[in-house]
């Protein structure tokens, strides 16, 4: 008997970004839950070698989808809605996990195609992925919708100008769809914590090894994200 199972049943979770960092991590952790997971990213390669890994383990890789997506596309998405859709119902948590940073620079030293970078993965991939999903969740009268913030989507800093207004937008984005959801639904940011990841890394260098890794962030974060509720809608929530 699956732990999905002892819990009240298996769940469909949609987590983006899905191929590394905390995506992959909480990909792993919410299959070995003996929940279904949905999994989009760019790279075709790292899709692949995650579901290798959960051909490896005593999870059942059969029952997931993996597909590759780019959600700054708004017609890459909407693809995504209508196949899962088609072969997985409407998800039950959806996990906009998918994000990018800009390199180490202070605002006018940034150049516009990576300003533009940070932007449109990290907000407007979020937007696509809500204007695509929503109305499907409507149609089930339920869902959960976690849009990954940032400790920097509550402070600042500097030399990481794009990415904080990025997570200051995706903190407002939340709120605002929080109050146009109807009773069943959650909208909710979460802020992951301080993870040793490669957005990490490009930013703190080797310090950042001084912080806790995605695998051992992974069962925290799964335990919040699969016990939110329609009561968490509009809140700003940390791991």
């Known amino acids: 008997m699956t732990r999905a199972t002892l819990n009240g049943g298996q769940k469909t979770v949609l987590i983006t970004g899905v191929s590394r960092g905390l995506g992959k991590a909480l990909a792993l952790e919410v299959a070995k839950r003996g929940h279904l997971v949905i999994g989009c990213s760019r790279s075709q390669d790292k899709l692949k070698s995650l579901q290798s890994q959960l051909s490896s383990s005593e999870d059942d890789d059969s029952k997931h989808l993996f597909l590759n997506v780019d959600v700054c596309s708004n017609t890459s998405v ?80 500097a030399q990481v100008a794009p ?12 709120k605002s769809v929080a109050k146009e959801v109807p009773t069943g639904m959650a909208v909710v940011a979460l ?49």
């Open 78 to 157: 909407e693809e995504l809605a209508r196949l899962v859709m088609d072969k997985k119902g409407v998800p039950d948590i959806i996990v906009n996990n998918a994000g990018t940073i800009n390199k180490n620079n202070r605002l006018w030293e940034v150049p516009e195609e990576e300003f533009n970078a940070v932007i449109d993965t990290n907000l407007k991939g979020i937007a696509n992925m809500l204007r695509h999903f929503i109305p499907l969740m409507i149609g089930k009268k339920q869902g959960i919708i976690v849009n990954m913030s940032s400790g920097w989507g509550r402070s600042a800093a």
């Open 191 to 239: 802020n992951p914590g301080v993870i040793n990841t490669d957005m990490l890394a490009s930013c703190f260098g080797s310090s950042s090894s001084l912080y806790q890794v995605p695998d051992s962030w992974a069962p925290k974060a799964a335990d919040m994200i699969l016990n939110l509720t329609m009561a968490d809608n509009g809140s700003s929530l940390s791991v």
């Open 163 to 174: 990415y904080c207004a990025s997570k200051w937008a995706v903190e407002g984005l939340s």
